[in-house]
């Protein structure tokens, strides 16, 4: 895939759980897991943006674009 998802960094870098952003951002555990796992197939702009002040972060912290050569 060539967007790479960064949750887990910005959790650890927030020292934050899983759990807490699921509950601050007002997600299931496993919606959540599926975004954190790359195995979503959008991701709402409002999502986005409550992760992102959840976080305290901007969007290009969570995302980020690979190219298929750089994957492989």
Do not use: W
Not at 21 to 46: H, P, Y
Not at 54 to 64: V, Y
């Amino acid at each position: 895939m060539a967007i790479i998802i960064n949750i887990d960094v910005m959790l650890a870098k927030r020292k934050m759980t899983v759990t807490e952003l699921a509950e601050r951002v007002g997600m299931t555990m496993a919606n959540i897991s599926i975004l954190k796992n790359g195995k979503a197939k959008a991701v709402r702009f409002s999502t986005l943006e409550a992760i992102c002040k959840t976080l305290d972060c901007q969007p290009g912290d969570i995302l980020e674009y690979k190219s298929d050569e750089a994957t492989h």
